[in-house]
């Protein structure tokens, strides 16, 4: 996984203040793997409740997570109760490693 354990703490931690306490945060794509450079951080958001405002929050999420990665291209999906499963989220579900 190429992000440092302080990256993830403070990732973690922000989406779980905005999101939930119960939220889990996924990242997936090229990042988790070590062998790979450059690249993307894609990170699921997956919460056992309905969320408000979906699109608003993934912005806020994202523009936080790229704020505190240095200006790296962040995005995030969220997967929610209400969210039909799409073939996105079924690849990071199965791929994805848990911050």
């Keep these: ?3 440092s354990t302080e ?6 931690a922000h989406f779980s203040h905005e999101v939930g306490a119960d939220c889990e945060v996924l990242l997936f ?9 450059g690249g993307d951080v ?4 997956r919460s056992p409740r309905p969320l408000q405002r979906p699109v608003w929050l993934a912005a806020r999420l ?4 790229e704020r505190l990665l240095g200006g ?11 969210t039909k499963l799409q073939p996105i989220h079924a690849a990071a579900l ?3 490693v848990v911050l």
Excluded: I
């Design 62 to 65: 994202a523009a936080y997570a």
């Design 1 to 3: 996984m190429r992000l």
């Design 72 to 82: 790296r291209r962040v995005d995030v999906l969220l997967l929610d109760p209400a």
């Design 42 to 45: 894609d990170l699921l958001v």
């Design 94 to 96: 199965a791929t994805g």
């Design 7 to 12: 990256q993830r703490l403070a990732v973690k």
């Design 29 to 37: 794509g090229s990042r988790t793997d070590d062998e790979h450079r």
